[in-house]
């Protein structure tokens, strides 16, 4: 199982960013997906899950409106769409998958709102 987010960077508050997160070594199509963050100093959090199909998502409550996770499954990749980003989204963000009741991760990409 491989997992490389890409797509993280520095950005004024207000602005946008497009993770994206490949995944090989799996049948992707079967598993739902995960994106979690840790800012420094604090633990890895939830922010969105996305199903297999991608018909069902779950938020946490501070990117609910501003955060939006999809994926192509054509292409083997996930999605975290995040808009109207504020300095309390800096962090690493990551991107898991649960099989056979192993957690995988990705290396994570940085995100870093600032002005």
């Known amino acids: 199982v491989q997992l490389v987010e890409s797509g993280g960077g520095l950005v004024q508050p207000g602005g946008s960013l497009r993770l994206s997160c490949a995944a090989s070594?799996?049948?992707?199509?079967?598993?739902?997906m995960s994106w979690y963050r840790q800012a420094p100093g604090k633990e890895r959090e939830l922010v969105a899950t996305?199903?297999?199909?991608?018909?069902?998502?779950n938020y946490e409550d501070s990117v609910k409106g501003r955060f939006t996770i999809s994926r192509d499954n054509a292409k083997n990749t996930v999605y975290l769409q995040m808009n109207s980003l504020n300095p309390e989204d800096t962090a690493v963000y990551y991107c898991?998958?649960?099989?056979?009741?192993?957690?995988?991760w990705g290396q994570g990409t940085q995100v870093t709102v600032s002005s």
């Open positions: 996305i199903t297999s199909a991608g018909g069902g998502t």
């Open positions: 070594g799996f049948t992707f199509s079967n598993y739902g």
């Open positions: 898991r998958v649960t099989r056979s009741w192993q957690n995988y």
